[in-house]
């Protein structure tokens, strides 16, 4: 048997490798993924719900894209959606928003207020 991603053959009952190094990188649970959205969502409704505009989207998506952690339309650090386009469940274009990474390769361009 060999695999469609990094070529490893394995042989006879050789059971696969659990990880390929092709493979793309595990998303958080999604527990973890549901609690990361909703904190960014209830951020980007408490300040007010700014977008960024359609060229800083694409910008951002083209830097995602890039990134050793993007993977199907989403941020595999966080779980979030990513998308070059749309604003409901699109962290790229919640200006509220910032890259998980460390550091970040970009940055929120509006601080949401703090609550009391």
């Given at each position: ?34 609690r ?6 209830a951020k ?9 505009s ?19 339309h ?43």
């Amino acid at each position: 048997m060999r695999c469609l991603r990094c070529g490893d053959v394995r042989k006879g009952k050789e059971k696969p490798r659990r990880m390929c190094p092709a493979s793309p990188p595990e998303s958080p649970p999604l527990a973890d993924r549901a609690r990361t959205f909703s904190k960014a969502a209830a951020k980007w409704i408490a300040a007010g719900r700014p977008v960024r505009s359609k060229e800083r989207m694409r910008e951002l998506h083209a830097i995602c894209e890039a990134c050793p952690r993007f993977h199907d339309h989403a941020c595999t650090l966080c779980g979030c959606p990513v998308r070059r386009s749309g604003v409901l469940r699109n962290k790229l274009a919640w200006a509220t928003e910032s890259c998980p990474d460390d550091p970040p390769r970009w940055e929120a361009e509006i601080t949401a207020p703090k609550s009391s």
